[in-house]
């Protein structure tokens, strides 16, 4: 079964400097994975996906995700963090099994709250 | 371009009730999908339909269902409320082939 990790519960940078968000991922079959944002009170909005290509994914408000086949890991970075970037973060995967026409449904991790002080 | 709207933004019910929610996905979307986040908690997968058809469904029990109308919303139906069902609802909206999908703010649900 598909499945994502995050294995930091929180993750605290100062405002200038460089964050990374961990993700590792577990499927069968080729991967197709997802950055998403959600602020609080609010729905989750998309950063970037990686389907296939080049391993460096880059995506909404500068972020960007490196994929590693070898270490499974699709991790979200950002060169220089702003403080309206604190929220929490989710990795999903699309699961293996979709019906006709549909896209099949995604399997998230269980968030990583981004904080950053000025 | 409306994105994908959800009715209502927050709704409060008491155990035993049923509730309904709404979702209309963004125009020329044609599957829709029903996400359940508990707080604390990634978004787990309740429904997705498309063309109006049952696609594929989580681990959720048969309180829970839904449906897609011609025009491509959505409604998702909860009988007999458990507290636990407190919680946001996801609605997200998708086109073929393009693996992007669009999440409305959700609606918020509490179940006392």
């Known amino acids: 079964a598909q499945s994502v990790a995050q294995p930091e519960d929180q993750v605290n940078v100062a405002e200038g400097n460089p964050l990374t968000v961990k993700c590792t991922y577990s499927v069968s079959g080729n991967p197709y994975l997802f950055w998403y944002v959600q602020y609080p009170n609010r729905g989750l909005q998309f950063l970037l996906k990686?389907?296939?290509?080049?391993?460096l994914v880059k995506g909404s408000y500068g972020f960007e995700a490196e994929f590693n086949k070898s270490q499974t890991s699709f991790h979200l970075k950002k060169p220089s963090a702003l403080v309206s970037d604190s929220a929490l973060y989710f990795c999903a995967v699309r699961d293996e099994y979709s019906y006709g026409g549909s896209q099949g449904n995604l399997i998230f991790g269980k968030g990583t709250k981004l904080s950053v002080k000025p | 371009d409306a994105g994908v709207t959800q009715s209502p933004t927050h709704l409060i019910k008491t155990r035993g009730q049923h509730v309904t929610l709404r979702c209309s996905p963004i125009?020329?979307?044609?599957?829709v999908s029903w996400y359940q986040q508990v707080l604390g908690q990634g978004p787990q997968f309740i429904f997705q339909y498309y063309e109006k058809e049952e696609r594929g469904r989580g681990n959720f029990p048969d309180r829970f269902s839904a449906r897609q109308f011609p025009n491509y919303s959505s409604e998702l139906n909860v009988n007999a409320l458990l507290l636990g069902d407190s919680a946001l609802y996801l609605c997200?909206?998708?086109?073929?082939?393009?693996?992007?999908?669009?999440f409305g703010s959700g609606t918020r649900l509490t179940v006392v």
């Open positions: 125009s020329g979307h044609k599957s």
């Open positions: 997200a909206s998708s086109l073929p082939s393009n693996y992007g999908y669009t």
């Open positions: 990686y389907i296939t290509g080049d391993n």
